[in-house]
């Protein structure tokens, strides 16, 4: 008797022209059967977005061998929406989002279309997890990547991942054999200085690019970017209950 194999959800927010879907899709193809719904153009940055003024839509996909894809008009977040509810059918065994170009440690998860993706799996009750490598290039080497993928997926298959969490998992921009492992992490207290670089356009108007410095002043070394930065990686458990529950008692003091 054959043994069922696990439906996979892949997507990701640089888009479906990405390297890093592709090496995802490369990671994840052995485990199981693929759905993949990706953006049809870079969507970071894009954090929890969701399409509710316009139309969605969905095409066909071919240039993955033996994978059912199809390319999204739509945000990380509907990407998922729409695989769940009306592409398949039924729930996935799992959600993976990325590999993304560029790393999302610390509070960028909160600004993250990749971990939104997986986030959005999460709270559809889908193990999910989401990939990035510290490395912009559109050619960016992921060889290491995909080891760490595989060996991510692998467990999460075999154990049963916490309600309510999905994985934030960050690996280093250094040759594969140069990981040092995986740490399981807390995500660093570091925030973006934010800044803008305002220009004027031919017709005399303002215009601006958000740009900025990422501050680190948490020296811990159990952080994800401690864990980065020193040949490691991370992989931080994320939830998406955002009550500060140790503000509950407080805010009763007050009387309100």
């Known amino acids: 008797m054959s043994v069922k194999r696990p439906l996979i959800f892949v997507t990701n927010d640089d888009g479906i022209f990405s390297k890093g879907i592709l090496s995802l899709i490369e990671a994840v193809k052995p485990f199981g ?10 969507q970071s940055g894009m ?11 969905l095409y066909p996909y071919m240039l993955f061998e033996g994978v059912k894809a199809f390319t999204c008009s739509g945000t990380p977040v ?6 769940m509810y009306e592409l398949q059918g039924q729930k996935p ?26 986030v959005e799996g999460a709270i559809e009750g889908v193990p999910s997890v989401g990939f990035s490598l510290a490395d912009f290039d559109a050619n960016a080497d992921f060889e290491g990547a995909i080891n760490i993928a595989t060996r991510v997926i692998k467990s999460m298959l075999e154990n049963k ?3 309510d969490t999905c994985l934030n998992v960050n690996i280093p921009k250094i040759p594969a054999n140069d990981i040092k492992g995986i740490k399981i ?4 207290r570091a925030f973006w200085d ?19 410095e990422f501050e680190n002043n948490d020296k811990g070394e159990d952080t994800d970017l401690w864990a980065i930065e020193n040949g490691y990686a991370s992989i931080v458990p994320i939830q998406f209950d955002m009550t500060a529950y140790h503000a509950v008692s407080e805010l009763n003091s007050w009387n309100i």
């Not at 954090?47 to 839509?57: D, F, K, Q, S």
């Not at 509907?78 to 695989?83: A, F, N, P």
């Not at 065994?93 to 960028?108: C, K, P």
């Open 93 to 118: 065994d799992l959600v993976v989002s990325g590999i993304n170009h560029g790393e999302n440690t610390s509070t960028n998860v909160l600004y993250s279309g990749t971990m939104s993706a997986a």
């Open 161 to 163: 991942l916490p309600a």
């Open 194 to 212: 934010d800044s803008f670089d305002k220009r004027i356009d031919q017709y005399g108007n303002p215009y601006y690019w958000l740009t900025g």
């Open 47 to 57: 954090g929890h977005a969701i399409t509710v003024n316009n139309i969605l839509r």
């Open 185 to 188: 992490c807390r995500a660093a």
């Open 78 to 83: 509907d990407c998922v929406k729409l695989g």
């Open 33 to 42: 059967d693929l759905l993949v719904i990706a953006p049809d153009k870079p």
